[in-house]
């Protein structure tokens, strides 16, 4: 499963949260404490991470900072494009000369 959350807010104990209303799911056993999950944020920046409670509809999720990979947003045209690790894409014809 691949929850978006905002790496910046954390709980006390490291913890990330994310709603179930944006999950898209309701609160049922898929989504219980040990699941892992794939971790994401607007940035492209992403990392693994295990649920380790959901209260009222919330998770909090412990990411594993050891599975990071950098994203970095590279805009081509009006359209988004996210590359891990550094690297730059580029659409056809606009190569750098």
Same mark, same amino acid.
């Given at each position: 499963m691949r929850l978006r959350v905002d790496f910046n807010? #954390? /709980? /006390? $104990? !490291?913890? +990330?949260? +994310?709603?179930? #209303? $944006?999950? !898209?799911? +309701? /609160? $049922?056993d898929c989504l219980r404490s040990g699941v892992a999950v794939e971790l994401w944020d607007d940035d492209g920046d992403a990392c693994f991470g295990t649920v380790m409670r959901v209260e009222g509809g919330i998770m909090f999720v412990k990411p594993d900072y050891s599975t990071w990979r950098d994203g970095i947003a590279v805009h081509l045209g009006n359209l988004p494009s996210y590359v891990a690790s550094g690297s730059v894409s580029y659409a056809p014809g606009l190569l750098p000369a």
């Amino acid at each position: 499963m691949r929850l978006r959350v905002d790496f910046n807010q #954390r /709980e /006390e $104990d !490291g913890t +990330v949260w +994310v709603t179930m #209303r $944006d999950t !898209g799911f +309701v /609160e $049922d056993d898929c989504l219980r404490s040990g699941v892992a999950v794939e971790l994401w944020d607007d940035d492209g920046d992403a990392c693994f991470g295990t649920v380790m409670r959901v209260e009222g509809g919330i998770m909090f999720v412990k990411p594993d900072y050891s599975t990071w990979r950098d994203g970095i947003a590279v805009h081509l045209g009006n359209l988004p494009s996210y590359v891990a690790s550094g690297s730059v894409s580029y659409a056809p014809g606009l190569l750098p000369a």
